[in-house]
């Protein structure tokens, strides 16, 4: 049974600072992407970063702000967040590819598994 469990969620003022946290277990994801999206109420899913291997990816409304990274074990995956903006609000999920999908790693229909969702609220 695989399992993704986010953690790191909060209420933050708007220019602070968040770090969300993914733990997988249940198989090994060594291999393939891990992503974290999120969801505000009203819009659809988006991305927001990725990482495969040595490679990142992110939207370009947080380039510069988010990094992504993943622990040795590749088990984890992080989400630092800084200089959060109020349009930052919404739930945050992380994902993960079952096998190597190539450059779909912004495409939400093509990550196998997701977790639950952790609440991120920018407030001014």
């Known amino acids: 049974q695989v399992q993704l469990v986010e953690s790191g969620g909060g209420l933050v003022q708007a220019g602070g600072s968040l770090r969300l946290s993914c733990a997988a277990s249940?198989?090994?994801?060594?291999?393939?992407?891990m992503g974290w999206f999120r969801q505000a109420p009203g819009k659809e899913r988006e991305f927001v970063a990725a990482v495969w291997s040595g490679s990142t990816y992110y939207r370009d409304s947080v380039k510069g702000r988010f990094t992504i990274s993943r622990d040795n074990a590749k088990t984890t995956v992080y989400l630092q967040m800084n200089s959060l903006k109020l349009e930052d609000t919404a739930v945050y999920y992380c994902?993960?590819?079952?096998?190597?999908?190539?450059?779909?790693?912004?495409?939400?229909?093509?990550?196998?598994?997701w977790g639950q969702g952790t609440q991120v609220t920018v407030s001014s």
């Open positions: 994902a993960v590819q079952s096998s190597y999908r190539g450059n779909y790693y912004a495409r939400s229909d093509k990550y196998d598994y």
């Open positions: 249940g198989r090994t994801f060594s291999s393939y992407t």
